[in-house]
């Protein structure tokens, strides 16, 4: 993985779990379709290099705001695993 792809695997993880690139393709693909853009068909033609090319900017806070939402589900998630183990292992023990 390079660089350049690990700060976009990075960036998509930012968003609800969407995939920017695909969301900018499928944008892309849709315009090309609707108005017949030769540059969206040169962009797509191209993606393995355009796809570099594109850049997401948003507020650092808003950022910020997304890892912390992100770090609690996945706090929210290992406390339900934990819980679940923790029952398994009451009803095991009952047995």
């Known amino acids: 993985v390079t660089t350049s792809e690990q700060h976009t695997h990075d960036k998509a993880d930012w968003h609800a779990e969407q995939s920017d690139e695909e969301l900018l393709k499928r944008l892309l693909q849709d315009h ?3 108005t017949g853009s030769k540059r969206a068909r040169e962009l797509l033609d191209n993606w393995s290099e355009s796809r570099l090319k594109f850049v997401k900017v948003f507020p650092n806070e808003y950022k ?12 929210a998630a290992t406390e339900t ?10 009803a095991v023990a009952a047995k």
Request: glycine share 0%; net charge positive; aromatic share 4%.
């Open 81 to 90: 695993t934990r819980a679940q183990v923790a029952t398994n292992q009451e």
């Open 64 to 75: 910020k705001a997304l890892i912390e939402r992100k770090e609690r589900r996945l706090e």
């Open 32 to 34: 090309n379709r609707w």
